[in-house]
């Protein structure tokens, strides 16, 4: 009944199209925002449910791989305790439960199309197919051979679990970057018929201008977490070196190189002695920080062209730019010797640790860089089995034991 009566006391037809100019003015403000808010509310819908929990499912695939095979590490290190093969068959059913999660779940109808999730998915049921009767019954011990060969199937799968991240982050961000994008235009649209129609519309172009910066500042935090999430996919989170998967495409660049004849390059396998006496003594905490300590140490042998990064567990690689075999051979001697004064301190306890380095010469003679890396760990474990904390180049017709005698560790309390 009041608005009744006002528009009742307004006569002048200049008057009722001023006030009817007023009502539709601030009909299209409101609308104009609730418009806006409802699409900043499915931009915040989509990234709280359907991205958010396919990354997440996603992470926790490559998570439990990463634990599946360092429990496989683990058994084939000690093939003979029946304990850590039950424990890899343990992480190996929970890893492929996660597979199934994905396979049968809402999170997986986001990447149904997607040929690296369906490149992923393949391989990963192919693995089943390949581990599934020798995890199944463990009545009686895999062997050596069996694990190995197991161990090195993850390995080639791991490469396609971790794209399948990759992907996921890039699908997430172009999915959030469109949303944000529709919102944009629609403020600019809206800002500029609410000008164009009467001064009055001042209001809705400073909502529409408010509307843009929380768009901006969302996008510039979403391109801030989109180079964040690419820095954790090729870096590990505990030293800050390049991951193994990041390694080795450093590794495949410079075997580019070298088919192309540009320069001598190595790879040094480097692998801790008795890393595993701290983490039994004094806990994961203090494993962690000798990790990072070390790390400290090593890096003060090589230069900044190279490429030094943590290939899993207390394992650690460097590639050797346009460094001859003289060369790499005092690197990794000095890499030894600065391991083997190195003394860590826990707690109030002493340790001396020792590192068994093995290297190769990266050439074009190389098949791919699963190759090269191979041979590394080959001659690294040549260095650990003829009594650790030694050197021992890797050559193509298997060389004898050829190391530098040192001193084996010892803890000291």
Known sequence: MQIQGFFENIRRPGQRLLAASTVFIMLSVLGMGWFQYRQIERVAENAAQGYENLLWEIYQLELHLARYQHAMRDAQAQPERKSLQEEASAQYNIFASQVLVIENGTTGDFMRENPIYQEALKASLAYFQKADPLHEHLTVPLTEEGLAALFAQSIVLHPKVHRLVLEAHQLQAHQSSGKLEEIRNFALYGAAISVFILVLSLGSGLIALSQLAVAGRRQRELESLNVESSYRASHDSLTNL????????????????????????????????????????????????????????????????????????????????????????????????????????????????????????????????????????????????????????????????????VIPIAPAL
């Not at 890499?335 to 001396?352: C, L, N, P, T, W």
């Not at 760990?377 to 180049?393: F, L, P, Q, T, W």
Request: net charge negative.
């Open 242 to 405: 390049v991951n193994r998967f990041e390694f080795e495409k450093h590794l495949g660049r410079a075997l580019d190189l070298a088919r192309l004849h540009q320069g001598q390059h190595a790879v040094l396998f480097v692998d801790l002695d008795h890393f595993k006496i701290v983490n039994d003594t004094c806990g994961h905490s203090a494993g962690d920080q000798l990790l990072r300590d070390v790390v400290g140490v090593i890096s003060t042998c090589v230069r900044s062209t190279d490429v030094f990064g943590r290939l899993g567990g207390d394992e650690f690689g460097v590639i050797l730019m346009h460094c001859g075999p003289k060369k790499v051979s005092e690197v990794a001697e000095q890499i030894r010797k600065a391991v083997d004064e190195f003394r860590f301190e826990y707690s109030g306890r002493h340790f001396q640790i020792g590192a068994s380095i093995g290297w190769v010469q990266v050439h074009d003679g190389w098949a791919n860089t699963a190759a090269v890396m191979q041979a590394a760990d080959s001659a690294c474990y040549m260095a650990k089995n003829s009594g650790r904390n030694r050197v021992h180049a890797y050559e193509e017709q298997s060389l004898p034991e050829q190391a530098h005698q």
